[in-house]
């Protein structure tokens, strides 16, 4: 982005030059007229032959100068300008005596433009190519995996963000709409999928970009919205994906657009309704757009000991509202409101994808709300300065499972032989976080003669409010006898058995309540301040200097002092080689921001126990813990679930507020405290050197060489880790158990029969204690480096466009999310490997073939070398899967094999094509209507790797050591059908 212009307005500079002499011309007035609006704005070019507009409307525009003593009148027609960028086009200037000329340069829309500004690394993905493109569900995030430096990644949660940037988990990533944030800040997702109907372009910011935009280690993704113009326009839609009557069939789980899994019985039906127009022509314009999307989708309960085999139906709702206007109060003062609302529900219904037994009685949704609005005002100070003012509030509710019975008690139900036969009444663990976030903005942009300041602050402050923990009505574990199973089965219930159905003296094998089933937050602020200065050195080189600075109050952590030495400088340049080619580079340092769940994970699992607190200055004593730190300040009342030790009758369990007693007497395998040294921001130090050549005037070839040192990373310390027990090969493997690891302990566990204990000062027997202390760290490190080769080659008046995309880049990192633990005994340095989202190489090809007018069929090309794959313990050699005893499988579901190490084997490449064709008749003089057909993964190839999957879905670790063999345990979707219907004018 360049540095005279903001996320809302466009900026424009023109590059007036002499057309016989190739040469700077100077004191030229140049005009920017819309051909939207009909306004005009001037600019008059400086000696270095550059005139610069740096507050105009987004919008088409007609470029020209008049005729004067010297030069006759030149113009570039239909510009396209794009909020959030800075363009650039050449006038060229024929002499008054030139009665003809040998040369004719028009710059407009289906020209290639080389970046003459900046070194940022950035890609765009415009209107006309997001509704061109095969894309699933017309979700603008599938379009995004086609762009260098971004893969489609391996997920932690089924929600999390399906694109990798530089590398990196996505919840690295900042999502901006217009330049404001969009993040639900709990752990970094998107807060509003904007919908294509809403979308006027994506900008893609990788590496090196204005310290305008910050608060990320890594890349961002800003989507500019629509707004009306003069005319009417206006879309109405169906699409739809039939599901199996079409698709072809697969024995895996594919996912719906909220990366839950989904298989055979899933169909989709979307509908939207979008109309913009002038309330006031050349003052007042609106756009709205609605958008609805269906799901319904079937699972199987399967009970075989009950006689059940019965399809249960579920279905998602996505819904979409949003509205923007646009006030031209002068040429001189522009303001837009803007507004976005979504309902995301998402059914948990009951049953399996091949047959489950979780009962319709413990079912549940997942229950999204977002709404934004933002008021941003653009505006001219004398004529040099340009401001921006711009304010945003946001709600976000993540209501991960509402429960169908929110009041009943949770019950496993095995039978005789102890096997689980139904899991009834609650869905069980609550998870409903509440988020609201005020952001204000403000920037400067001061334009002299060979300088462009900018300047800014922006302030964002959150308040989180989360209900979490398991379930507050008691959670049942019991078992039937064979006449209570006999019974049970010929009342022939079926999908409705409930709680109140099992016998009142069926034995119970556990109970447990949530002891705190109550909410709890705290409130995250960041400040960013930022100058930057655009130099024009001359009028083929510019340079960039920029220094921003960044605060999170959440880097307290469980100190009293903040990270507070956050300042990044950025520097660059740009040099135009010739009128063809241009190299440029540079260096910054990017910071991130806390993610919040980092810091609400270590309050909710948390706790103040007595016996814990004497765990904690145990571990001070013998150095594993700060001896300074204070205890009340790194611990919190967090939720427990505490089991009766006396015996209960089923439905009569005792309350949470009976059982509080067991607070400081219950163990618990894990405890977190926060870190009392505080938490450091994550920061990159990003290096690029790009160089741009246009070979013709459609066509564009770049290559960018990055690397990306990312620090200060988030991962879990374990303060009572068991000593070291490695494993160098797999020959003679002496495995230790859980009870001998505990006693390598810096506190040893031990147990009698009573349970877990441990002794501290000699003689205090400690109970109420965690076999694991964990606490949040950043020393986590990435290291990413690439050399990406783009050749685009727009339409033109030719039939065809294209854009090839070779991509040859490598990330090794210690970390892959907020929660990673070593494998063994805190040992990070044996974790710097291959980083699960790597990728050697990938290769794009989108290529768009118009053989006639109304016509265009596009073909995409997507190859991906395979992704890392973790070779872990096989329990039928080795007896267990915890090799070492730790008692932990959180990173894995098993210890690494002996002799590997973690990502040590590749799975084989990823090979998928597919084809968009869309057939646009004209129905009236102004409108269209346009017939779609998608079809994804053409050639029905079974790709297992390289997709959007969760990673305890994933390919990626395999039992056994290298060179025994693959399981596949999923795969990319088989080849599958979207149908549609546009009316658009």
Known sequence: MSFSTHAQQAGLQVAVTDLLLRRPASAILVYAESLERRSLDSAVSNAQGKAIFGNLAPGRYRVFSKAGRLYAESEATDVLLRAGQFNSVTLALPLQRESTLDEVVVNDRRLARLNTQNAEVSSIVSRRELQSLPIEGRDITRSLFRLPNLTLATQGYAEAPNVAINGLNGIYTNYLIDGMDNNERFLGNMKFNVPVGFAEGITVYTNNYSVEFGNTSNGLVNVTTRSGTNEFTGEVFYLTRPGRIVDSPSRYATADLSGNAVKDGFRRHQVGVGLGGPIRRDKTFFYVNVEQTFDRKDNRLVVPALDINEIVTGNNYFSYVSGKIDQLWSGRFKSSLRVNVGHFDIDRQGGGL????????????????????????????????????????????????????????SVTVRNPSGVPIATIGQSGAIFDDIEDTDQFQQKFSLRTNNHTLKAGIEFTSSTFSLLGGANPYGTYDVQLTQAQLDALKSRNIGSALDVNDIPRDVQIRTYDVELRPTTFGARQNVLNLYIEDLWSVTNRLNLTFGLRYDYDNLSKGGGTKGDLNNLAPRIAFNLQLSDRSVIRGGYGIFYDKIKYSVYSDNLQFSSTGADFKKQLAELQRLGVLVPGADLNRITFPGNLNARSSTPVTYLNGPSSQSLQGRRDLQFSNNIRIMNPNGFQNPYSHQVSLGYQYKPSANTLFSVDLVHSATNNLFYIYNLNAPSPYPFANDIDVKVRTVAQADLTRPIPIRQDRRGAYAVVNGSDTLRGIARNVFMTKTDGIARYYAANFVLQKLKGNDRYAYRLVYSLSSIKSNTTGINTRAQDSNNYQAEFVYDDNDRRHVISGVFFYHPFRNLVIAPTVLLQSGQPVTRIADAKVFGTTDLNGDSESFSLPADIYPGETRNSDRLPWAKTIDVSVKFTPRIFDKSRLELSADVFNVLNTQNITGFPVVRSASNQFQVGPRGSGITVRAAAPPRQFQFGARYFF
């Open 354 to 409: 091949e047959g489950g037994i979780l009962f319709p009685s413990a079912a549940s949704t997942q229950r999204n709300r977002t709404y934004l609005i933002a008021m941003k005002n653009a505006y001219l100070i004398g004529g040099q300065v340009t401001g921006e003012t711009n304010y945003q509030r946001s709600r976000f509710r993540w209501n991960y499972r509402d429960p169908v019975n929110p009041t009943n008690p």
